[in-house]
Nanobody, 121 residues
Framework: QVQLVESGGGLVQAGGSLRLSCAAS????????MGWFRQAPGKEREFVAT????????YYADSVKGRFTISRDNAKNTLYLQMNSLKPENTAVYYC??????????????WGQGTQVTVSS
């Protein structure tokens, strides 16, 4: 299995930017599809973005297209999420996850512990 640890969350003003990282250990990182999900208080966990094994294909939730960018560095076993033009409604715990197929549902096999992102208005 693979172990995932997110970092980079914090408090930012609306319109600001954050870059989340997800460090992977265990099995070969490049074997996995990687994704970012988020969960706000009282809401279900929702899909944010996913990226293919090589990084050549990416998919985004409509709500983040054009503002968020998912990327990966297989040499560093690290997944990233660059978040720009943040809005208060982006406040949530952000999770990285690993799977063997590209899906946008929270059915990924492995999950990190999450990192809190808070956007103030």
């Amino acid at each position: 299995q693979v172990q995932l640890v997110e970092s980079g969350g914090g408090l930012v003003q609306a319109g600001g930017s954050l870059r989340l990282s997800c460090a992977a250990s265990g099995r070969t990182f490049s074997n996995y599809i990687m994704g970012w999900f988020r969960q706000a208080p009282g809401k279900e966990r929702e899909f944010v973005a996913t990226i293919s094994w090589s990084g050549g294909s990416t998919y985004y939730a409509d709500s983040v297209k054009g503002r968020f960018t998912i990327s990966r560095d297989n040499a560093k076993n690290t997944l990233y999420l660059q978040m720009n033009s943040l809005k208060p409604e982006n406040t949530a715990v952000y999770y990285c996850a690993a799977h063997f197929t590209i899906v946008t549902t929270p059915t990924y096999l492995y999950w990190g512990q999450g990192t809190q992102v808070t956007v103030s208005s």
